[in-house]
Structure formats: C-alpha cells, structure tokens
C-alpha cells in the first residue's frame, strides 16, 4: 500500500504569498494531522482532522488553515507567508486520532 | 501541557558501541509513546511503540520500555551500525489529544566506522 504523499516536494515563495500544500493519507485512514518542522527541532502540530472536522488546533496564527476532503485528502494553506513560516511541513495519517501516526516526507517551503 | 524531554545532542559513536538516548515526559492522561527516526530529506519512520507501562517496543535492534514511576522511555541498542545515523525523535500521543502528537527536539546520532 502507498504511504502518505505530499505535495509538492519543495516550494520557494516570497513574503505576502500564499501557498497550498496537499496530503493524501494512507487508504483507510481517516485521521490527518498537520506538522512544521523547523530545522533544527521537533514538529509542531498544527492541525488535526478526522472524518472531515477539525479536531485540534495548535499554536498557530489564522493565518493558516486547514480542509479535509471527503476522500480523507488533506490541503493547508497559509496566506501572508513571512520569512518565519519557512520549514518542513508534514502530513500524518492514521487509522483514529489516538493511533499510531504515519508521516509522509514532507514539504519543504522556502520564503525568500 | 504534554512534553517531551529529550537528552541534548549530538551523540557520536563508533560502530558497534551501545547506544542510549534519554527521554521524559510529562503529560496528562495515560500516553501512548514513540520513538520515530528520521533520515536526511526524508520524513519521519516510526520505529517503535509503548502503549502502556511496563510494555517493552523493539525494532531492527532497537529497545525503549515505558517507565511509568520515572515517566521515560530510553531508546537502546546494543550495537549501533553506520546506517543507524539519523535524528531520532521521541514522542506521546494521548488519549484527550489525539491526533497531536507532542515531540521531543530531538537527538542527532552520527555512527563512524
């Protein structure tokens, strides 16, 4: 089975753009979380959903939000990108929200 | 909060050495813990679970028990190999928070031959 892919692989955007990262889980599982690795630490979560909902919320401005597709897909989307914003950002599934999550291998967003 | 307590890095060691990474944790609820690698470029891989006290995750050679009087979960293994340098991460995930796993910040391992 395929794991969770991300797209795109790596993005290079200016301050004040806008970008849209997309997930698509692992077949059957329902839960999608949302994660920014900056370099050097651990992730951050960001956000969770589960059966479409969302169900968690990390510490993050409104500036980034969130959606998750019938399908179980998953896009975030960060408007007013700042020089700050630039990291890994990763997608993990899994079967529940208290299972064992699988990560896919990120974005990479560069902020010039 | 939940948190996670990692050992500071980086670890070097020579091939064949035994190897321990620290963890701790401080959480609420009763955690499930991880240990999760993650080479250059790439995402994280699971490498192993606890789920409760007292159970023992193990993997391509690698150990972590849940100690639950000294809230850890130490990742060992007792012959490191060049292939096992990479950034590994501890982590929790809980019951009332699922979906939001807490992360330690993790510990570069560089194996020399």
């Known amino acids: 089975d395929a794991g969770v892919t991300q797209s795109p692989t790596h993005l290079i955007k200016t301050r004040g753009q806008h970008v849209t990262l997309r997930c698509s889980p692992i077949s059957g599982h329902k839960s999608v979380s949302w994660y920014q690795q900056v370099l050097g630490q651990g992730p951050q979560f960001i956000f969770q959903y589960y059966e479409k909902e969302e169900r968690g919320r990390g510490n993050f401005p409104d500036r980034f939000s969130a959606r998750q597709f019938p399908n179980y897909s998953s896009e975030l989307n960060v408007n007013a990108l700042l020089l700050g914003d630039s990291a890994l950002y990763l997608c993990?599934?899994?079967?529940?929200?208290?299972?064992?999550?699988?990560f896919g291998d990120g974005t990479r967003l560069s902020i010039l | 909060g939940d948190s996670v307590t990692q050992m500071e890095g980086p670890v070097t060691l020579s091939e064949e050495a035994f190897l321990t990474i620290n963890c701790t944790y401080t959480a609420t609820g009763y955690p499930s813990l991880f240990w999760y690698v993650q080479y250059p470029g790439e995402g994280l891989q699971l490498l192993l679970k606890a789920t409760k006290a007292d159970d023992k995750g193990s993997n391509k050679g690698f150990e972590a028990t849940y100690r639950k009087e000294t809230t850890s979960f130490h990742l060992e293994k007792g012959s490191v190999q060049v292939s096992d340098s990479a950034v590994y991460f501890c982590?929790?995930?809980?019951?009332?928070?699922?979906?939001?796993?807490?992360f330690g910040d993790g510990t570069t391992l560089t194996v020399k031959p």
């Open positions: 982590a929790l995930l809980t019951n009332t928070n699922a979906g939001k796993s807490t």
């Open positions: 993990a599934s899994s079967l529940e929200g208290d299972q064992p999550q699988h």
